[in-house]
Each structure stands twice: as C-alpha cells, then as structure tokens.
T-cell receptor
C-alpha cells in the first residue's frame, strides 16, 4: 500500500461525457502527478501540481484539466470523452519534486 | 532527460538472482538512475535510485558503472511475485517528469 488513494477504481461512461477522477496523496506529500496508461501509448505523464500550483505539463489534452486543492487532494477532469481516452489513470505523489514517486492503484476508465 | 535502453524481456528461476541491465550512455552528471516496477495493471512501484555509488535497500541493489553509462538492478532472490515490468528511468533534479520507456518484462518461474 503506497498511501496514495484514488477513486473511483473503475468508471464506465459514454462518449461525449465528462468525468472527474480523484486522488489523495500520501500524508505530507506536496506534489501530485497524473499519468495515463493506455495499451498503445504506455505510461504518459500528464500534469504535476505542487502545493496547489501547476508546475509541469506533459501530453495533456485541452479537454483534460486538473487542480490541487488546499487539502492537497487533486482532481483530474476529463471532458468530451472519446473512445481513445479509455485507459488507466494513475496519480502519484512525492514530498517535493523527487524521482521517488508513490503511485496509487489507478482508475480504469472505459469510454463506450 | 537521457534515454534508456533495456531488454524487452528476461526470464529468471525462482530463488535465483535477477540481474536487469539498463544502458543510459547519454546520462548527464546531475542525473539520477531510478528503477520502478509495475505488476500487471497495478500502479508503478518505486524500487531504488542512485547517482554514482552502488545502492542497496530491502528490495534490491543498484550497481552503476564507473562511467555511469549503464546500470544493473539486482533482485537477489527472485520470487514469483517479482514478475513485473521493470523500468529504468534517468531523471535530473528539479521539476521534471518521469519518462517511462517500454521497460523489461521479467518473468520469474518456479
């Protein structure tokens, strides 16, 4: 158990819909990272927040957005969903910006 | 971030040492070598990292060559639960993303 929690575990929704994935970091960790893992793309970094502020952006689509709240939990919002957005979405956290990131169990999103 | 090269797959007998190599010939002086693993569809798990010196923790040992162009992750007594994809990642300090390549798929067999 990494100490990072993600909800929900599974999500099935239709194309065009909007969903919100939630992540609670390990106690004391200020940085939160979001990653997407699909069959054909592997693990891809999406975005990083540090203490409420966006710090780094990866291959995140404009239809996706994220935020980190004062209690340090983070949400990833995915809108206008397409079939290709079906993937595992992982959240990770670290104390500050460290390579030792601790990953949650992921949310499996299926878009039908 | 420097690119890494790993074998696509490796096999290991249960109880034997698993030695997973990684080449990172373009690594810079301030870049660390990190190892993660991912057991089927679970979140990646941090294993170990190092800069120059060899490192050991309860999970594994990391051997980095003197020129730092390659490294080896050693699982001293592999178990069936060590079957996973192992990722070698080179990362500098500061706000930089982890870049996961395709990794090495390690299969530990009885």
């Amino acid at each position: 158990d990494s100490g990072v929690t993600q909800t929900p575990k599974h999500l099935i929704t239709a194309t065009g819909q909007r969903v919100t994935l939630r992540c609670s970091p390990r106690s004391g960790d200020l940085s939160v990272y979001w990653y997407q893992q699909s069959l054909d793309q592997g693990l891809q970094f999406l975005i990083q927040y540090y203490n409420g502020e966006e710090r780094a952006k990866g291959n995140i689509l404009e239809r996706f957005s994220a935020q980190q709240f004062p209690d340090l939990h983070s949400e990833l919002n995915l809108s206008s969903l397409e079939l290709g957005d079906s993937a595992l979405y992982f959240c990770a956290s670290s104390v500050v910006d460290r390579g030792e990131q601790y990953f949650g169990p992921g949310t499996r999103l299926t878009v039908t | 971030d420097a690119k890494t090269t790993q074998p696509t797959s490796m096999d290991c007998a249960e109880g034997r040492a698993a030695n997973l190599p990684c080449n990172h010939s373009t690594i810079s002086g301030n870049e660390y070598v990190y190892w993660y693993r991912q057991i089927h569809s679970q979140g990646p798990q941090y294993i170990i990292h190092g800069l120059k010196n060899n490192e050991t923790n309860e999970m594994a040992s990391l051997i980095i060559t003197e020129d730092r162009k390659s490294s080896t992750l050693i699982l001293p007594h592999a178990t069936l639960r060590d079957t996973a994809v192992y990722y070698c990642i080179v990362k500098g300090t500061g706000f930089q993303k982890l870049v996961f390549g395709t990794g090495t798929r390690l299969l530990v067999s009885p």
